[in-house]
């Protein structure tokens, strides 16, 4: 077998974890609120913010009011599908103006707590305490 690898249980293939050109592991996304955001060095980082929308231009600029009920711009095309007040996760860029590029998104449904998404990610999944855990 290949060295920090391991079989799939559907064929006798070896996983090997994918590491982007920015250095980011594959499929592992910072989940940041807008404090978080605008406090670090995120750079083309892709992220994850969590919140809800509040107002788009119908062309390229959407007002996002993440867990924490800070705001973010995020950068969508004009077929982007906009709710207010709609739930959502968005995976995207981050860029060096602090505003984040589109990729996905996904609907959070109904009664969402941004309240405790939020502990969850400032006393948890950001905690070096839990490093182990959560790669910080």
Known sequence: PLPNSSRSSRSNLPFLPITMSNGQPDGAFPRL???????????????????KAVSFDGMQTLEFECADGGKVQVQ????????HGKAMEIMGAANEDKTVQ???SRDLGEGFDFS?????????????????LFGV
């Open 33 to 51: 609120n807008a404090s978080m955001l605008n406090a670090g060095n995120w750079d083309s980082t892709i992220v994850s913010i969590v919140g």
């Open 76 to 83: 969508v095309g004009p077929d982007f599908n906009f709710e």
């Open 102 to 104: 589109h990729f996905i």
């Open 116 to 132: 405790n998404y939020n502990q969850l990610i400032t006393k948890v999944l950001n905690n070096s305490k839990y490093s182990d």
